[in-house]
């Protein structure tokens, strides 16, 4: 199974970390605090967190009172930023695809992720292992491009504008064919995979899970008055993150 490591292209890794670095994006005002709002209390929880990253919310469970966060990460580059910048005792930092969950046999109380799942190939067999990994009754929340945003292939505009080039509707085309798709993002060739709404859920369903709360986060009118290039959000959210429990 392809295991897509494009965190470690140098120009890649340079692009997004500006982007990460910025004080407004769409991480930062949209997905992070949907993200947020699904967790539960961390005090005393083990936690996995799938696609770590920078280690930024590694650091905040254990801040929050997590006894344990294992972090894991297909980059290395994101994890030398994540044990610089966010280490504590109470964190293990491990280069791990989440292709293979199964080197991992220690449970967890919650396992989370944040936008990583759209660049996963095996979904079910990643999703399998969570199951895996949880302990009864132990939570599974995560983000990810939202399908109607990975259902876009790139060969065609993603809207349609008016004359003065206002966004008037997103262009959809083979929502319902899923699989590999290709686009530009600093590099050429970033690998993402689309699945439909009900894919998405339903794996969830066959893995034993419980659904309590999904949320597709799109901007307020006090959100479009300070930020106006939000409105296509209304549009077509760019996020889709869901909150699963273990049944």
Known sequence: MAKQNIFDN?????GYKKLRDQEVNANILFEIPALKSLLPDMKGLKVLDLGCGFGEHCIEYVNQ?????VGIDISEKMLEVAKA?????????RLLPMEDLDQLDEKFDLVISSLAFHYIEDYKGVVANISRLLSDKG???FSQEHPLATAYTGDMDRWTRDDNGVKQYVNLRNYG??????????VDGIQKYHRT???????LFESGFSVEKIIEPIPDEAMIEKYPDEYDLLHKPDFL?????KA
């Open 241 to 245: 993150l869901v909150r699963a429990r």
């Open 139 to 141: 939570l599974f929340i």
């Open 177 to 186: 064919v899923e699989g590999e798709r290709r686009s530009t993002w600093f």
């Open 197 to 203: 709404f009900s894919t998405v859920l339903n794996t």
């Open 10 to 14: 140098e120009e890649f890794f340079d």
């Open 85 to 93: 910048e966010n280490s504590d005792p109470k964190i293990t930092y």
């Open 65 to 69: 009172g997590a006894s344990k966060v």
